[in-house]
Structure formats: structure tokens, C-alpha cells
Nanobody, 119 residues
Framework: QVQLVESGGGLVQPGGSLRLSCAAS????????MGWHRQAPGKERELVAT???????NYADSMKGRFAISRDNAKNTVYLQMISLKPEDTAVYYC?????????????WGQGTQVTVSS
């Protein structure tokens, strides 16, 4: 089991930046994927970014070039650096951990942090 707690959300103007943090209750060194998803009002949850235990990253097309996911294993923390924020980025952002044990995927989710992009 792992508990995930997001922080860093808030209100930001269009074009601004935020860095979200996801603090895990245990080591994330061996977790296959850490990621961020978001859900805007009235919209389906969507992938934002993932990072593997080896450091490989993947981004949704709309986030490429603006968002960057990283992990600090020593701090058991995953980050999402967001720049050039747009109103359409407004959503609740959720941290996710996914671990494959050889037979099954185990998924864990944080409670989310609100990001609001508005002038």
C-alpha cells in the first residue's frame, strides 16, 4: 500500500506556472509508473503525464512542451511542473501510482489538488 498526497494547486493567471507535488508514504523507487491525471468539471479524467521507475516520461499531446513530470526518489515525491497555463488546464489533478507484481496491476490515487487558471 501507498498513500499519495498532492499539493501545490491553486489559482494562477493564464500564462503562469505552478509546480504540483505528490508525496508518497513509502519509497517510490520500485513503482513502475508514477503519474498525473486530471479531471475538469463535466469532463472525463484524462492522462497528463507518467514517469517510469527508469525515468522515462510520457505526456498527453496537449501537455507536451508545457508540462514536465519528474521524480525525486530520495524524497518519495513526484512533481509536475506546469508552465504557460491555460484556462482549459483548470481541473483537479490527481497523483497515481501503478505497480505490476507479475500478475496484477495495483493502482493507488491521491485525493487531488485543484488547479484553477483564470484572469
Amino acid at each position: 500500500q501507498v498513500q499519495l498526497v498532492e499539493s501545490g494547486g491553486g489559482l494562477v493567471q493564464p500564462g503562469g506556472s505552478l509546480r504540483l507535488s505528490c508525496a508518497a508514504s513509502r519509497s517510490i523507487f520500485s513503482i513502475n509508473y508514477m503519474g498525473w491525471h486530471r479531471q475538469a468539471p463535466g469532463k472525463e479524467r484524462e492522462l497528463v503525464a507518467t514517469i517510469t521507475s527508469g525515468g522515462s516520461t510520457n505526456y498527453a499531446d496537449s501537455m507536451k512542451g508545457r508540462f514536465a513530470i519528474s521524480r525525486d526518489n530520495a524524497k518519495n515525491t513526484v512533481y509536475l511542473q506546469m508552465i504557460s497555463l491555460k484556462p482549459e488546464d483548470t481541473a483537479v489533478y490527481y497523483c497515481n501510482a501503478a505497480q505490476w507484481d507479475g500478475s496484477n496491476w495495483y493502482n493507488y490515487w491521491g485525493q487531488g489538488t485543484q488547479v484553477t487558471v483564470s484572469s
